[in-house]
T-cell receptor
């Protein structure tokens, strides 16, 4: 089955760019998602990319997909302290049509 | 996109008791998922709630422990039965919306 891996921590300075990386195993995953979870809150859908795309940009967010390497990244430009959260990568590919999640990357933004 | 109202947002429960979590969606959806997020961990699918039939459970989760109801296309409940401290987690419902999978705000359960 699908397996999704992420690095666990990332620390950046305010104003810098953040890049969060993710790898997945199932090349047939059609959709790949990025979610944000703030402390004590649910999951907020940030963006997603379809497998026939290489890149998607949405304001400060850029998603890059390398299908050959099964690698997905989320770049946050001009990172702010309000971006501090846990970011989850998820792939469509569960046996019930559900998402498979990575363990999450905790992003810390220092002023 | 679909908006989900999930209740309660948090609860502290005694071991041995049960808690029912509700999710109400503002539109009709076919698939509704229930996930568990143990402390510091990722999300794990418990089951898919099906309208008009029994829920489909993932390996490691059983109906006696996590009974699910889906009376219509906008509502579902998950019950955590005979709770132990190991059940302390965040429980989230999710639906498939046109712009992706939407999640409820979660129920933070602490069992003491």
């Amino acid at each position: 089955g699908e397996d999704v891996e992420q690095s666990l921590f990332l620390s950046v300075r305010e104003g810098d760019s953040s890049v969060i990386n993710c790898t997945y195993t199932d090349s047939s995953s059609t959709y790949l998602y990025w979610y944000k979870q703030e402390p004590g809150a649910g999951l907020q859908l940030l963006t997603y990319i379809f497998s026939n795309m290489d890149m998607k940009q949405d304001q400060r967010l850029t998603v890059l997909l390398n299908k050959k390497d099964k690698h997905l990244s989320l770049r946050i430009a001009d990172t702010q302290t309000g971006d501090s959260a846990i970011y989850f990568c998820a792939a469509y590919g569960g046996s019930q049509g559900n998402l498979i999640f990575g363990k999450g990357t905790k992003l810390s933004v220092k002023p | 996109s679909a908006v989900i109202s999930q209740k309660p947002s948090r609860d502290i429960c005694q071991r041995g008791t049960s808690l029912t979590i509700q999710c109400q969606v503002d539109s009709q959806v076919t698939m509704m998922f229930w996930y568990r997020q143990q402390p510091g961990q990722s999300l794990t699918l418990i089951a898919t709630a099906n309208q008009g039939s029994e829920a489909t459970y993932e390996s490691g989760f059983v109906i006696d422990k996590f009974p699910i109801s889906r009376p219509n296309l906008t509502f579902s409940t998950l019950t955590v039965s005979n709770m132990s401290p190991e059940d302390s987690s965040i429980y989230l419902c999710s639906v498939v919306a046109p712009d992706g999978y939407t999640f409820g705000s979660g129920t933070r359960l602490t069992v003491v």
